[in-house]
């Protein structure tokens, strides 16, 4: 049970280091200063016409709050290819997987649409968890540049909505402006359950873009080029630390 042991270890030293990995521990930033938001919040304020309080209102509110958000993930530490951000390991994997994931954005899961400027549930769920079950689940979501997720909304353990997930170990790290990831395990202290359920995992709030946009969401897997080992994957339970890395079901949202 080797892996059992690591998972306590990584969990316990991420949340020493990142605060469970909650952006909101290091804004200590200047939302203004930056690089590059700048530019886009000026942009927005541009578009809006004279006259249209509504509109300017909306595209100056949706410009602040990205330029938030750019300064939470500025503040952490750059993602590395092959550096885990969450809390599996690497491990043995099985690929192709009998395990599998979808998105969903409030019950639609294909071509979603919605009003400018509306707020609507992403939810990340399991349609087939691995056949032995699994002990710790992570997750990364791409949800583009054209969405706005606020990570102030909700704490982890709300977004999180695994009923087996162990109350106090779970984790949220946003890794890069459009990458959210979470995880989590059964337990902290060995044997961990094994859990079979499947269902939500993870339930984020996004509001679509001022402007009309489409944008690709995506589940980013457990050996994405970039991301590598931060992405979707399910530990299971044996002393190999065996990961099974899921097939996936990605969709669009049309705003406006």
Known sequence: MALVAVLGVLLVTLAACSSDGDPRESNDGDPTGTP??????????????????????????????????????????????GNSNMVIPPGPTTTPSPSEMRLTADGCTADCAFALNQSFTLALEIINAPPTGYIALQ??????????????????QEEIVWPDCAQGVSVRNQIALNLVGHGCLTAIIPPLPISNATGPFVEITLTCSAEHSSTAVRIVPHGDPVTQSSGTVFAQPDALGTLSVPSVSDLTIACG
Not at 44 to 70: C, E
Not at 73 to 78: C, D, I, K, R
Not at 140 to 156: E, F, K, S, T, V
């Open 36 to 81: 590059g938001n700048s530019a886009t919040a000026t942009a927005l304020q541009a578009s809006a016409t004279p006259g249209n309080s509504a509109t300017a209102t909306a595209l100056q509110a949706n410009a602040t709050a990205r330029q938030a958000n750019a300064t939470l993930v500025a503040s952490q530490p750059t993602p590395q290819p």
């Open 139 to 156: 997750s990364l979501i791409d949800y583009g540049d054209h969405l706005l997720y606020d990570a102030a909304r909700r704490d982890p």
